[in-house]
């Protein structure tokens, strides 16, 4: 297939709708790469099978492709070791002992604050911010919705302004393998273009400072003001909660050392890999350099402590990296989906189209929306990354403009959508960890997240145009 017709559109569409109808990551981006070498071949259904095969095991040729997928392994051995050897539960106490909370809103600010912080993976955060929080939060008689909200607010959003976990990672392996040069200093520069992740974590904020309960949570917060505590029973404590064994003393250091050497591993390592410059420096090696000194700081405090043997230690390491298989996977398959609709010419086609009907200024919102709409749907900010940067870095390739805003974009877009979702596993989680009913933390969260992107629908639209 030479010519550039409507045909090339349809690799990206199919994985759009089957990811839609199915809420099958895997599936939809296989079946994306599948049609994508049917065409470009016309080889036939099953040649074209074995061919994209192929084609999704060439990825792991690209060397920074590979590492970033070793990475993600990494970091997932990384989260389950310090979920194992006391550091949440020792960081928990810490944050009780404090005795810093003497009121609704300070308890408030404490689980804003453990979101900002703890940016290594969200889950984590949540699961720490809610187990601390929510007996503060029922003292002073604050809705435990409004604690969902908080901490499902800094969770994602966070850690997508903080990229020195998985989910920047990911992201940097999806622009390298996307082709985009410098891949990590396109990435830091989507952090303050990241509409949506700054607008959910500013608004939560204000709605701290100024007691801004619209709808629902004005509703949830008057019942529980005067004194009816709506829950579910949370009987599990944080131990029970990551698979803590019950003889490990916690430990507030092995949560503290290792993120310090994570956060200061990776500049260290862009600067040797960039031979004293960091902006030139190797994001795929440092990120990987980063987890790995990061996994090694918290084993090593693991081994002396004797919390672990050297036995248990390993069989943890796999059971974290298995964790992340999945979206080992998922980066893989959406890599290659980026790589077949290159060679069709989506990014070139969708280009043309661009120019006769949609005003080059209008293109971020627009991104912003689809990508939101799909995360809703989906309920996974992953899975819309891996289908949207495919589509989105071409065509700003093919305009001749800089992809940070289109890259911008979609993160914000699949942060939209997953914020909302009930579907979200975040989401899902947020419910869990606060003690609050699902559907109730899902109808008390919508408004704030609605006017969070409308705000940055706006936002993309002045971009747009002032960028464009």
């Known amino acids: 297939m030479t010519e550039l017709s409507w045909l090339t559109l349809l690799p990206p569409f199919i994985a759009i709708g089957l990811a839609l109808l199915t809420r099958q990551v895997y599936l939809a981006l296989f079946a994306g790469i599948w049609l994508g070498f049917f065409l470009l071949n016309g080889s036939g259904f099953f040649p074209s099978l074995a061919e994209a095969l192929d084609g999704v095991l060439a990825v792991l040729a690209n060397p920074g492709d590979a590492r970033v997928v070793m990475f993600t392994l990494v970091i997932g051995a990384f989260i389950i070791t310090l979920e194992r050897c006391g550091a949440v539960s020792g960081f928990v106490r810490f944050l009780e002992r404090s005795r810093w909370v003497t009121n609704g809103k300070r308890a408030q600010w404490m689980a804003w604050l453990v979101g900002i912080v703890i940016f290594i993976e969200s889950n984590i955060t949540v699961l720490v911010a809610g187990t601390v929080s929510r007996p503060l939060f029922d003292r002073f008689r604050v809705a435990r919705e409004k604690l969902a909200y908080i901490i499902d607010s800094t969770s994602a959003p966070v ?42 974590v500013a608004l939560t904020a204000f709605t701290i400072a100024r007691d801004y309960n619209p709808g629902p949570m004005a509703q949830a917060q008057a019942r529980t003001g005067g004194g009816e505590l709506d829950g579910i029973d949370i009987s599990e404590s944080i131990s029970e909660s990551t698979g803590e064994k019950s003889h490990i ?10 993120i310090l050497v994570l956060v200061l591993a990776m500049p260290i390592s862009l ?42 230690l390993s069989h943890t390491w796999m059971e974290g990296a298995g964790r992340m298989l999945p979206l080992a996977i998922i980066l893989v398959l959406a890599l290659a989906l980026g790589t077949v609709s290159k060679t069709l010419g989506t990014g070139q086609y969708v280009a043309g189209l661009v120019g006769d009907s949609i005003p080059l200024g209008l293109l971020p919102v627009v991104i912003f929306l689809v990508s939101g709409v799909i995360a809703f749907s989906v309920g996974s900010s992953w899975g819309t990354f891996s289908i949207m940067l495919p589509i989105a870095i071409p065509v700003a390739s093919a305009l001749g403009a800089d992809p940070t805003l289109f890259v911008a974009a979609v993160l914000s877009g699949g942060i939209f959508g997953d914020h909302s979702s009930p579907i979200s596993d975040t989401t899902i989680v947020s419910s869990l960890a606060a003690g609050t009913e699902h559907i109730e933390h899902v109808r008390t969260q919508l408004p704030y997240a609605m006017r969070a992107g409308v705000i940055s629908a706006f936002g993309f639209i002045a971009l747009g145009y002032l960028m464009l």
């Open 249 to 258: 003393k916690p430990r507030v250091i092995n949560m503290l050392l290792p």
């Open 159 to 200: 850690c997508m302004l903080i990229p020195l976990n998985a989910w920047g990672a990911f992201n940097l392996g999806l622009l390298d393998g996307l082709g985009v040069n410098d891949p990590l200093e396109v990435l830091l520069a989507t952090i303050p273009l990241n509409l949506y992740a700054i607008c959910a």
């Open 271 to 312: 600067w040797i890999t960039g031979d004293g410059k960091i902006f030139e420096g190797s994001g795929s090696t440092s990120v990987l350099w980063a987890s790995l000194a990061a996994l090694a700081t918290v084993s090593i405090l693991v081994l002396l402590q004797r919390s672990m043997s050297l036995d248990e």
